[in-house]
Every structure is written in C-alpha cells, then in structure tokens.
C-alpha cells in the first residue's frame, strides 16, 4: 500500500485472482474504524497477442503537505510488460529524475536519497515546496510507448505574524487561526507576514 492509501500489486500471478482486498481505515484522533462495503478483486487474464502500453488517467494534481509523502502512480498496461521511466519536467523539457537528484529540494544535497522510483510507482520523501511540477511517467515497450502527465502540488499551512505583536486573548503573537478581525487603537504601522500557500 502507498501513502494515498491506493493498493499496488507487484508481480501478479495466476494465484492472485483467488485473493479478495478490503480496505480498512482508522481515525487517528478516536480510532474509530471503517472497513470497505466491498471487496475488491485481481482478474488475471493470459495475454493473447503483444500490445503497446496504454497507461489510464489518474488523478492530477495530486496535492500533498509539506514534510509528507508524495506518491505518484503510472498504471500502465502492455504486454511484454513495459518498462517504467520517470522524468520531471524543466521548462517545458522533460529530463531523466537521475538529472535532476541534486536540484530537487532546493539543491539539498540529500535529494537523491528522497527520491525513489520503483517502475509503476514514484516517491518523494519528505516533499519540500521545490518539488512542485510536472512529473512524466514513460512507459515502453517492443510494442511501443505510452506517456502520462501528473502534475504534484506540495502545500503549506498558511502561518500569519503581525508586527508588533497583538493580544490574541491574553497571548501575545496572534496565530492565522486566531484572527477573526484586528483592531488596533494606537496609530502606527502594522506589517503582516505570510508564509505558506493557500489555495482556494
């Protein structure tokens, strides 16, 4: 299972089609759980001829927090069965991730170790504002290739500082939360900071 909790069934054989998935969640908050109405199956079928790849839509952008997992998906379909490459895109070029390890996160240099890609499935660890973009995964094969585009978008909590500081209740230093309206009595200059990206 990945971080977006989508199940990924590497090396499927004939055996896999007698197994049923259900999907189980649980607040993190109450521990309540929840458990999938229905069950979800493999249908293993024997390719008849080679077919070039074709990879379905998925979802785009796929949208993750600052400091989390970021996982991209190419589902892609052939027989043989394709080769997965992924790549991100630089001004409108599509250039190979290996390129790219020590620009990713802002230039840090332990990029390379964030990045991981295991054929169908790309991940970014601990994803960092930097890594917003375009990803492209290509599949291929002796039949042909196939491309898909997912576009990621790495957010932040919009955070607010008010200088000089404000009583919020008693506490000085308002939070984003905290502010419903500001009035303040004395004249003088107010400069709020932001930081974060808020999207609507």
Known sequence: MVSTGQLVVRRVRNSDSQLA??????HTLTGTTHES????????TA?????SPRVPEVESPVR???????TLLCPAQAYPTP????????????LPLST?????GGGSRRAGSRVKSTGAVFTILTAEDADTGTYSCYANNTEGVAVLQVELKVVS????????PVACGGRRGCRASHLR???YVKLGHLTCVTSGILEI
Not at 100 to 104: A, D, E, H, K
């Open 47 to 51: 390719p008849r001829s080679e077919s």
């Open 83 to 94: 080769t997965i490459t992924w790549y991100r895109q630089e001004n409108g070029v599509d």
């Open 181 to 183: 309206h500001l009035s």
């Open 37 to 44: 109405a229905n069950a979800a199956r493999i249908y293993v």
């Open 157 to 164: 909590a919009l955070s607010v500082r008010v200088t000089p």
């Open 100 to 104: 790219l390890n020590g620009m990713m």
């Open 21 to 26: 998935f259900r999907c189980r969640a649980v």
């Open 64 to 70: 993750v927090q600052r400091g989390t997992t970021a």
